[in-house]
Structures are given as structure tokens and as C-alpha cells.
């Protein structure tokens, strides 16, 4: 479904240029559930926008290429990229307000980024538990939580049914009670909808539930990549065991938990 090939990626500014990638290399099996994880710092937002070539500041792709169920992303022009960013590439991002037009309702965000109105409107937020849809329907979203605000954003993301969705550490900005759901809810939807998931974030506990295969990522490399239980219970990258190490929830009593490595 996805497939990226020795992609580098800076970010230029007004005093020059820092590499974020490092000619890195995907193929994501279509249907599957993909992982993509590191400490912060490894480029895994980066690859994420780059992805889809979002117009984020300063992102500057140098080389590579990028697949998307055969189509080339990275020579696609600015025409072709806002079709598959309609059609084709779903994207829920880790804030879930900030991803939301603030001057908006969410009904009137529903009808121009998804198409969904009326009855479809209420049924998509009902599906994702929303016990007061009509409510929601006519608010703006300060006036909502944070956990509603994702469960709109993934409506929007999965109701044209896209091929690819992208969720950039979708449950970080959200209390531990909900992220438990959240992510239920959002692999229940790209299953539901026949989508590929990238799931980008920190969480191992998250992959190792929900993913089917994992790449680990280290100052803008891919360090290791395989089906997600051989990589977490034998890895063999070096920096993987010391991620795996730096985990905080199963240590033992007395057990310190190992800091990850700066050094690439």
C-alpha cells in the first residue's frame, strides 16, 4: 500500500538546513496495522507530513520516493496531492483541538472536510461513542473535550473512506482513561473502512496490542523493521533493546529504568 524508498527530508529556515531523514525505507502491507516508533526527536512526525507532503514550514524534501497503492507522491503536483489528501490519505493528528477549525461547528466541519450531513453526520459520531451527537453536531470545539475532539477527527479522517490513514500520536494529548478507547474506536474504524493504518508514536504498549508489524526509528533512521512480535520479544538493533529497556510500567522492584541514547 505504502512503500517509501531512501527518502530525505530537511527542514530549512532562516539559518540554513538540518537533515531530519536519512534515506528512509517502508513498505507497508495493505490492510495491515503499521507502526512507527522512537523517542521524540526521531523524525517520526516528520515522516508522517512528509508522507503526504503536508505544507508544514520549513519541510523540505530532498530525495527519495513515495508510493502510495502505486501512485508517486513525491513528483505528484499540487493538484494531484489535494485529491489524495480528499480520497486516498486519511490523517488524525496527536491534538485533537488544534486539528479543528476553531470558528467552526463541528456539523459545518463534518459537511466540508467529509461530506457527512444530517442522519450520516449523526450516525458517524454515534458509531464512535459520542453520547450526544446533536449536541456536538452544533458546537465549536473548545466547547467539547478533548477525547470528543478526536473521536470528530477521526470521523473526518475515515469517512471517505481513504486507503492510508496516517495517526500521529493520536491519544498523546488525551488523559490515560480514554486513550485506551480512542484507540480502540480508531483501528476499529480503519478496519472497518478496508484502510491501511501508519501508526506513528511512543506508545509500546499501543503497538504491541494493535499493530501488526513495526519500525523503529532513531535520529532519522529506520534502525529495525519487522512484524511487531519478533521485533519487540528479539530485537536486533541495538538501539531497539535499549528502547524496550528505557519502558516505564514493568520494571521490578528496585529496577532502574535505563534512559535511552542520544548518540545516533
Known sequence: MLKLTDLVVDYVGRKGGNRVLHGVSLAVPRGAVYA???ESGSGK?????????LPVPGL??????????????????????AAVRRD???????DPVASLDPTMTIGRQLVLAAGLTGKRAVGALAELGIRDP?????????EISGGMAQRVAIAIAVARRPRLIIADEPTAALDASVRRQVLDLLVAQCRAADATML???????????????????????????????????SPSAHYTRVLLASTIGHEQPGERVVPTEVAP
Open 36 to 38: 512507527v516508533v522512537g
Open 45 to 53: 512526525s516528520t515522516l508522517a507530513a512528509a508522507i503526504g507532503r
Open 60 to 81: 523540505t524534501p530532498i530525495s527519495g520516493t513515495i508510493e502510495l497503492d502505486g501512485m508517486r507522491l513525491d513528483t505528484a503536483s499540487e493538484g494531484e496531492l
Open 88 to 94: 486516498l490519505l486519511g490523517y488524525v493528528f496527536q
Open 134 to 142: 446533536e449536541r456536538t453536531l452544533a458546537s465549536h470545539p473548545h
Open 199 to 233: 501508526l506513528v508514536t511512543h506508545d509500546l504498549e499501543a503497538v504491541r496490542r494493535y499493530a501488526d508489524h513495526v519500525a523503529v526509528m532513531h535520529a532519522g533512521r529506520v534502525v529495525e523493521a519487522g512484524p511487531t512480535r519478533a521485533v519487540l520479544d
